[in-house]
């Protein structure tokens, strides 16, 4: 949250964001987390769903897309930005504890979830599955 409160301004440096995510993924790695391996296995079942595409979110991270549309972005420490309903979003907040206000965006239906372990990785898969399931109407 620091890097987000006191130095956001610095993602309107092009690239600079996909920079620091890869400094985030060389971080992962260092410390021995799994959340690269979770990450992998969340897109390697995302994929499989008709018409979504992956792509590199312009601030850094592994994005999902369905046809034009940006259903989600997962950054490389593990944080789920996504986009629902505002009344989704409610549903979810007032339900699971897990999901955040966006850190940027909070009134809208932005998401931010932290993908800590391998039962949050299944969360994370249900939250998209959500998303895609919205967006597909």
Do not use: C
Not at 26 to 53: F, M, P, Q, S
Not at 91 to 100: A, F, H, I, N, S
Not at 102 to 115: A, L, R, V
């Amino acid at each position: 949250m620091f890097v987000i409160k006191y130095l956001g301004f610095l993602k309107f440096i092009p690239g600079l964001g996909v920079v620091f995510d890869a400094w985030l993924k060389i971080w992962e790695v260092i410390n021995g987390r799994k959340t690269l391996d979770y990450i992998d296995n969340i897109e390697a079942e995302v994929e499989k769903w008709t018409g979504i595409t992956t792509s590199i979110h312009k601030y850094g991270g592994l994005q999902f897309n369905l046809g034009r549309r940006e259903l989600g972005h997962i950054h490389s420490n593990g944080l789920l930005d996504m986009l629902l309903s505002r009344k989704i979003k409610q549903q979810l907040m007032e339900e699971d504890g897990r999901v955040q206000h966006h850190h940027s965006f909070k009134n809208s239906g932005w998401i931010s979830f932290y993908i800590k372990d391998e039962a949050d990785m299944d969360f994370a898969i249900s939250l998209l599955r959500m998303a895609y399931e919205h967006h597909k109407k």
